[in-house]
Nanobody, 120 residues
Framework: QVQLVESGGGLVQPGGSLRLSCVAS????????MGWYRQAPGKQRELVAS???????NYAGSVKGRFTISRDNAKNTVYLQMNSLKAEDTAVYYC??????????????WGQGTQVTVSS
């Protein structure tokens, strides 16, 4: 079972930037699609960005043009660069394997997530 550890969250002002990191255990990382998700208070978890093993990316409309997902297979790490942050981006952010845009689910166990708070 892949273990996922997210980090990099924090408090940032509107318009600011953060870079999240997710380190995955296991030797199959390089051949596994990865996704970043978020869950705001009172809302369901949603998939916001995905990246295939080959580096193809996809984004939710609400973050397209502001967020960038990338991966470093040598470090078993997937990143989410978040720019021009808005209050509505406030949520706990998670990563997972084998992301599904149809169901916003992932293929593995959820980590603890990392809190992102956008507030002045």
């Amino acid at each position: 079972q892949v273990q996922l550890v997210e980090s990099g969250g924090g408090l940032v002002q509107p318009g600011g930037s953060l870079r999240l990191s997710c380190v995955a255990s296991g030797s199959i990382f390089s051949i596994t699609a990865m996704g970043w998700y978020r869950q705001a208070p009172g809302k369901q978890r949603e998939l916001v960005a995905s990246i295939t093993s080959g580096g193809s990316t996809n984004y939710a409309g609400s973050v397209k043009g502001r967020f960038t997902i990338s991966r470093d297979n040598a470090k078993n790490t997937v990143y989410l660069q978040m720019n021009s942050l808005k209050a509505e981006d406030t949520a706990v952010y998670y990563c997972n394997t084998r992301p599904s845009w149809a169901t916003s689910t992932g293929g593995g166990s959820w980590g603890q997530g990392t809190q992102v708070t956008v507030s002045s």
